[in-house]
């Protein structure tokens, strides 16, 4: 028997995607064409065009499922297919995780049912609460033995243990197997803790969080694979819903979404599937490709062979996976790759980011054609690209840079402000931090900017600069040291006029505080009548009356903005929740403290949103970890591999999940051992190169430093590479 279902096999940027768009074109043509014999059968008329358009889609009433392996991708995809289609097809496009989400909370009445769980609606908790919780939960077992067992730090080990939830969840595996499975993949290994009781501390939690109605990604992928696909009445509503999947980079995918895709073949939906054998980027973040590649058997193969268009590919894989996998073989790469060689890792950024420059300002190469790729991006790598190429007015462009919200001064600022308004937080505020928000508060209207100048913001620091304020660092300091008298539970500003040489200050200065004080004054009285809301609201007010205020933020800081808000409104929600269910006897203000605190921790990041500009694509470089270059699916015409004498390159710019290979279907608690990860690394190694040379046209450099930033020396896998260029940049011949 054919199969209807189609596996597309092919490289990075081998055509994948674009077939298969091409083959829901076949299945919307397919259906047309059995409409209009249907429609013939039943009236005895042929279609016409003034046949109303609703009678074509009558018999495909089913949508078509559209799944992509990240949100970037995701919404490319549908909107490629909505698009092209006019919008005229039922098309439901998500991530896989995204799409168990949205079925757990609208089948939760299902689960309450078969669960016996109390009615009440589910509310999703964000990872670093879901940390915060489960430390809270766990503290108690977690003492300074089980610490010194683990090697690792309280907040460490607590991620680890949620993260192995999280991996059983994504191979299918009940939270009650995890015992078993971790005992047999650890052995005898006592430098970790006892699998009983590391199951027992996430069973507690899971049941935990069912009782209060808070759903983490691993518990929500176990109730999705556990419970709901096996349960008869979601299957019917399922296969009445979708009669045909898409998916894309499937060997990203975790192993339940293969328990989708056979129920939905099984009931008679058709399937295309496209898988990478050079991709998978997600091995060992809960992606299994070996068991999604298992799929292949039931569909029709399509094997696209040819090589990418306009890429290395071709002319250099198979040499630098040789240099790489045989080192002592004498080869030498072709003038397409070159090296830059410094000695010390900051003489190598300097160069890499003057290399960019004069080849941009030759034009030789548009900004929006070169990418700076790195194993990982540390602060100080980051900051220096920027800073050397913004100065020739060359923008950057960093990938799904997720800094932590407190890096923001506008978030610090606002948080100052909180400690200042409710009574209790004295001892989270201090002169510096006052000083800090009287600038961050104290900004001047700016005019309207032009669309220009918004899209060619490179950096929150750029930004920052460009805006003027009334109080300088220098005013704010003295008025700070004056005015502020700390208190640990109601610490006050002054009047201006306490400082002897007030005058010293400026008109512009002094009117913008006596603003602020008055702001303040007028907050205070209103927390105490209990006419502000919540925390929530006074953040809202602050940034409608000194940094909104009619004038157009910088895109960074909107994000930062947002994500406060968003993270604020989240924070509560939870803590609304849990005092439902179990009321604590706590200071007021205790919840507003650890809401501080835990920013301060810098766990929570902006995330930008939406990722894609609006209009056209940036102009600017892009900069990148391995990671997050490959996961976006770009390409360029000139690489800039930075750091290629590190041994991170070997670990893909992403580190393992602990447990990790434990879970994988076909190895399932199988021991993990040293010649298994060896081996690991050189496969994920051969498929960084292959993938990242698929994406890169014109020229690879290769930017290599002799010494880390740490001052040990380099040698990682891709030093032979390094030691074939013909090609060499160094410190002599640069400009």
């Not at 100080?380 to 800094?403: F, G, W």
Request: one cysteine or more.
């Amino acid at each position: 028997m054919v199969s209807h279902s189609v596996w597309i096999v092919g490289t990075s940027r081998s055509g994948k995607t674009a077939r298969l768009v091409e083959q829901f074109y076949n299945w919307v043509a397919s259906e047309k064409e059995y409409t209009e014999s249907f429609y013939t059968k039943k009236t005895g008329r042929k279609k016409t065009g003034h046949v109303p358009e609703f009678l074509y889609l009558k018999q495909t009433e089913p949508g078509v499922l559209v799944l992509a392996a990240n949100d970037d991708n995701r919404r490319e995809l549908g909107d490629i297919i909505v698009t092209s289609t006019l919008g005229k097809y039922p098309v439901r496009a998500k991530t896989p995780l995204g799409f168990f989400q949205d079925e757990v909370i609208l089948f939760w009445p299902l689960l309450i049912n078969s669960l016996n769980l109390k009615a009440q609606f589910p509310v999703r908790l964000r990872p670093e609460t879901e940390q915060e919780l489960a430390t809270k939960l766990w503290r108690p077992q977690l003492d300074e033995e089980i610490l010194r067992i683990a090697g690792v730090n309280e907040s460490r080990l607590v991620r680890r243990i949620l993260d192995l939830l999280q991996l059983a969840a994504y191979s299918g595996v009940p939270c009650e197997d995890i015992a078993q499975i971790l005992a047999k993949g650890l052995g005898e290994n006592a430098t970790t803790l006892e699998p009983e009781f590391l199951a027992s501390l996430l069973l507690d939690w899971r049941n935990w969080c069912l009782e209060r109605g808070l759903l983490t990604y691993g518990i929500i992928t176990e109730l999705y694979s556990q419970h709901l696909l096996s349960d008869r009445n979601y299957q019917q509503h399922l296969t009445k819903r979708y009669q045909a999947v898409l998916a894309d980079d499937v060997d990203d995918y975790p192993s339940v979404a293969r328990l989708l895709f056979e129920l939905l073949l099984d009931r008679g939906a058709v399937g295309a599937f496209s898988y990478n054998p050079d991709g998978a980027v997600r091995l060992g973040l809960g992606a299994d490709p070996n068991y999604l590649e298992g799929l292949a058997e039931r569909c029709r193969v399509e094997i696209l062979n040819g090589p990418p268009l306009e890429s290395l590919s071709e002319q250099l894989t198979k040499q630098m996976v040789e240099l790489v996998t045989e080192p002592m073989v004498m080869l030498s790469l072709p003038k397409t790759v070159h090296s830059i060689q410094t000695t010390s890792r900051a003489q190598l950024l300097r160069q890499t980011a003057e290399v960019i420059a004069n080849a941009i300002q030759s034009q030789q190469v548009q900004p929006e054609e070169v990418a700076i790729i790195a194993p990982g991006l540390d602060a100080i790598a980051r900051y220096t690209l920027v800073e050397i190429l913004v100065k020739q007015n060359i923008p950057v462009e960093s990938l799904n840079d997720q800094r932590p919200l407190i890096s923001s001064p506008i978030i610090r600022a606002l948080l100052t402000m909180l400690a200042l308004v409710y009574p209790g937080l004295g001892r989270l505020v201090d002169r510096d931090a006052v000083a800090e928000m009287l600038v961050v508060l104290s900004r001047k209207q700016q005019p309207p900017e032009n669309s220009t100048d918004a899209m060619n913001r490179v950096s929150t620091t750029d930004a920052m600069n460009r805006v003027s304020t009334n109080i300088d660092p220098v005013r704010a300091g003295l008025i700070a040291d004056y005015c502020f008298v700390p208190h640990p539970d109601r610490p006050n500003l002054l009047p201006v006029s306490v400082f002897e040489r007030w005058d010293r200050i400026g008109y512009a200065a002094t009117t913008a505080y006596s603003e602020i004080l008055e702001w303040l004054e007028q907050q205070r009285s209103q927390q105490e009548l209990r006419l502000i809301p919540s925390p929530i609201s006074l953040l809202d007010r602050a940034i409608q009356r000194f940094l909104w205020n009619g004038s157009n933020l910088p895109y960074e800081q909107l994000a930062a903005l947002r994500e406060l808000l968003e993270t604020a409104q989240h924070y509560w929600e939870i803590d609304t929740r849990l005092r439902q269910i179990a009321p604590v006897e706590t200071t007021p203000h205790t919840t507003i403290i650890e809401f501080i605190q835990l920013l301060r921790r810098g766990t929570i990041t902006a995330n930008a949103y939406p990722v894609r500009p609006i209009g056209g694509a940036r102009k600017a470089v892009t900069l990148a970890t391995i990671f997050q270059y490959r996961s976006s699916r770009r390409s360029h015409q000139w690489h800039f591999w930075l750091d290629a004498g590190s041994p991170l390159w070997a670990k893909g710019g992403a580190a393992t999940l602990f447990g990790a290979p434990f879970f994988l279907r076909d190895r399932l608690g199988e021991p993990w051992t040293a010649e298994d990860e060896k081996l690991a690394e050189e496969q994920r190694l051969q498929r960084i190169l292959t993938d990242l040379l698929s994406r890169v046209s014109e020229r690879v450099y290769l930017c290599h430093s002799d010494l880390a930033v740490n001052g040990q020396e380099q040698l990682g896998p891709l030093l032979p590479l390094v030691n074939a260029c013909v090609t060499v940049i160094s410190e002599a011949n640069v400009n």
